[in-house]
């Protein structure tokens, strides 16, 4: 919201405190003409009609606002003021119901609803009714107001308010808690698990305190941190459920899928009717190539809750499931209808993009793509400016001079083998081949080092003026070798015991400047593909996170330019550095590219790597069970079929559609 909208919708409720109702309508629907989706314009206008007695007005704009803004409690709570006017109580209480199950500080609607269980005699629910509002009431008002303002995703004022009041002297651990739960949501990891971890000291026996910094943990891909915390929680307590999801997603970061099925397979037990769960499971069960298992599991999850999503998606991105005809048409029924949610429509669409592209219906399916990405852009941050801001700081630090002058700095271990590039680049395919190889632990896609950079960048850099990389020129010798030295230590818990390790986090290729700084000794693959095919691919895979460029055509072309200049500068100021890998060329002539792969790791040629589907091993990305089979070529091209609404993709990639082999 821009701050000249922010003054109005101020001024709006301060006509409405002054019951000057048709003033306030008349000045919201004004707004609603500059900015026609405004959530607080709507819930302005329907508030004040129902305060005219407009009641059915007020129903109907609430109608608009819930399609607009599903998730917006105050709607539920004006709707049941609306309801409780004319008197139809079982109504009031399903609207006031929906506003704390998405709001939990919504004092008003507790209230209502004490009042309206008592009236219909509902004792123990009025009785809760009444505990929640007694908590409320015991806690300070600024925070009462601020966690209001969080749940309904109003971070900023939310935070400034907790702010204000700790400044002044307030010190409720339930302001700290919430301070880390805003940081979660602004993906400021490390400022995050500070609060939080805060909190918990505070008050080592405040559940929700402990369970959010558990989580949080989890988002940051502290994997082992999270696998150690709540194993020794479940020692103290084996009848705590709710740990048992978190300790299943710290195994599965881990690579220990036979771990966590065995815990899925517990939870599933006792939650049979959890849809969540079965997706979990599946999940899990795909990492070590037991597909049908998984196809039983994601199946079951979409029979469970039919406009559930995710299950849908989690069988189109097998890559090898073929949608029967009642599956398409349950899919159809389920995206089109009204009630579907904005998560699961756009799961639906990228698998319903999958299903018509299987049965050679292209225009359906880019129908479905192109929608997909509609609905999941309008939800993710992902700023092209700062991402090429950040790249041209890295060519104009990271100088050839620059690592002269640090030349021998850092760990010297040879163990990492870095694969990067785009996602949907073939990166995995070379993994497999590597991971083949008698020497070679194949690993997956590890957090390290976007963490390396996150806890460079504190504190948090403004995004016009980012402090990674020109933190770099700033560093000591010895905390290069630091860097390095904990990268090592703590990409252990993922590996075997063989001497080489691959990490294939694509987007490393943004840090190879850091690589060579930390790890002068490893070794780093760049898998390119070709761009429309590459771009195309992306389009048409839904990330279970990241990967936020991925959404638009724009977007993913400007990356891809982005990523081309980054990598050219590599190869000027890193000469022999970074092996270059066509994808294409892989396809075409497997084991001459091995030998190449394996000759600049330092390693002999295998039989086993040539032979790399027949490798068993744990793989997450969504090429798993393509690399699971012997290569074929006809999907080299897979854009083709796409060609007539791919001439914006043309447009922005522009020269790198043919500069890409430079």
Known sequence: ????????????????????????????????????????????????????????????????????????????????????????????????????????????????????????????????????????????????????????????????????????????????????????????????????????????????????????????????????????????????????????????????????????????????????????????????GRQREAIDSYQAAASIRPNFGDAYWSLANLKTYHFSEGEISRMLAEEAAPGTDRVDRYHLCFALGKAHEDRGEYTQSWQFYERGNMLKRAEVRYDAKRFEITARREIEVCTAEFFAARSGVGAQDPDPIFIVGLPRSGSTLVEQILASHSQIDGTQELPEFPRIVRELERPLSDPANPRYPAVLTELAPDKFRSLGESYIRNTRHYREKLPYFVDKMPNNFRHIGLIHLILPNAKIIDVRREPLACCFSNLKQLFASGQEFTYGIEDIARYYRTYLELMRHWKRVLPGRVLRVSYEDVIEDVEGNARRILEFCELEVEPACIEFYKHQRNIATASSEQVRQPIFRTGLLPWRAYEAWLDPLKHHLGDARFAYRD
């Open 1 to 288: 919201m821009s701050s000249v909208t922010q003054l109005e919708v101020g001024r709006i409720r301060e006509l409405s405190k002054c019951a000057r109702h048709a003033e306030a309508i008349s000045a919201a629907q004004t707004l609603l003409t500059q900015t026609p989706q405004d959530r607080d314009a709507l819930y302005l206008i329907a508030a004040n009609q129902r305060c005219l007695n407009r009641i059915s007005d007020a129903l109907a704009t609430l109608e608009k606002l819930e399609r607009l803004h599903p998730r917006f409690s105050l709607l539920y709570q004006e709707r049941g003021q609306c309801y409780l006017t004319l008197r139809n109580l079982p109504a009031a209480i399903v609207a006031f119901s929906r506003a704390v199950s998405l709001n939990p500080a919504l004092t008003t609607s507790w209230l209502m609803l004490e009042r309206l269980y008592r009236g219909i005699g509902e004792t123990k629910r009025a009785a809760a009714a009444s505990e929640h509002v007694s908590v409320l009431q015991q806690l300070p008002q600024e925070v009462v107001r601020a966690a209001s303002l969080f749940s309904d995703r109003d971070l900023p004022p939310a935070e400034n308010i907790l702010q204000k009041y700790r400044a002044a002297g307030g010190n409720h651990v339930e302001a700290l808690r919430l301070l880390g739960r805003i940081a979660h949501q602004r993906k400021a990891f490390e400022e995050a698990e500070t609060l939080l971890e805060d909190a918990v000291k505070v008050a080592p026996n405040y559940r929700a305190a402990r369970l959010d910094y558990i989580r949080l943990l989890l988002d940051a891909q502290k994997y082992m941190k999270v696998h150690d915390l709540v194993a020794g929680l479940l020692e103290l307590d084996t009848a705590t459920n709710d740990l048992l999801p978190m300790y299943a997603a710290a195994c599965v970061g881990l690579g220990r899928h036979q771990e966590a099925i065995a815990v899925y397979r517990q939870l599933v037990i006792a939650s049979p009717a959890s849809a969540e769960l079965h997706v979990s499971l599946g999940h899990a069960l795909q990492s070590i």
